[in-house]
Antibody, heavy 121, light 108 residues
Framework: EVQLVQSGAEVKKPGESLKISCEGS????????IAWVRQTPGKGLEWIGI????????RYSPSFQDQVTISVDTVINTAYLQWSSLKASDSAMYYC???????????????WGQGTLVTVS | EIVMTQSPATLSVSPGERATLSCRAS??????LAWYQQKPGQAPRLLIY???TRATGVPARFSGSGSGTEFTLTISSLQSEDSAVYYC??????????FGQGTKVEIK
């Protein structure tokens, strides 16, 4: 079964660091772009950035550039989203999502993780 | 950044009736448009990609149309399990691949 499994919910204080994960299985992890998406009640779904595990090619939304870091470890088929100094406004549900087709730069997301709830308070 | 605008915000439809959801892009995204369904407590689910291609396992009552800046998702005969929030998303160029704000479909 093709799936993305995310790490569990986190409760942090402002100023703390955090790294959440997304493990892919059931497919060739290196060949599909993986994105991170934020969801809040007020702003809906926001596209944060995306990485191609095969060569670590990385694109960020201008809104999130310099706010978060996306990385990947192809040995353990896992993508990461990290913060160096959390703010209360980072509180949200975070999803990882995989492109529908291998290699293609521009594509829809056909596989989603279950979400990681981050609370900063 | 391309802005995606969905209408209406909420749609109330009787079972068996047709539901029509709209999505407008602030500039052309060609046919690089997807629709997702999200139910409470769940991750979004891909329904339509390429503006009109149903994803694997999606019932035939869901259809998508449009290109350029105007898109439509139609649910031909609404079922109770279709109660959800529906989002459009473009993926025409880098970055970001923005989402619309969503349309909530309620069963009347």
């Amino acid at each position: 079964e093709v799936q993305l499994v995310q790490s569990g919910a986190e409760v942090k204080k402002p100023g703390e660091s955090l790294k959440i994960s997304c493990e892919g299985s059931g497919y060739a992890f290196s060949n599909y772009w993986i994105a991170w998406v934020r969801q809040t009640p007020g702003k809906g779904l926001e596209w944060i950035g995306i990485i191609f595990p095969g060569d670590a090619d990385l694109r960020y939304s201008p809104s999130f550039q310099d706010q978060v870091t996306i990385s990947v470890d192809t040995v353990i088929n896992t993508a990461y989203l990290q913060w160096s100094s959390l703010k209360a406004s980072d509180s949200a549900m975070y999803y990882c999502a995989r492109h529908n087709s291998a290699y293609g730069d521009y594509d829809a997301f056909s596989i989603w993780g279950q979400g990681t709830l981050v609370t900063v308070s | 950044e391309i802005v995606m605008t969905q209408s209406p915000a909420t749609l109330s439809v009787s079972p068996g009736e047709r539901a029509t959801l709209s999505c407008r892009a602030s500039q052309s995204v060609r046919s690089n448009l997807a629709w997702y369904q999200q139910k409470p407590g769940q991750a979004p689910r891909l329904l339509i990609y390429g503006a009109s291609t149903r994803a694997t396992g999606v019932p035939a009552r869901f259809s998508g149309s449009g290109s350029g800046t105007e898109f439509t998702l139609t649910i031909s005969s609404l079922q109770s399990e279709d109660s959800a929030v529906y989002y459009c998303q473009h993926y025409n160029n880098w970055p970001p691949h923005t989402f619309g704000q969503g349309t909530k479909v309620e069963i009347k």
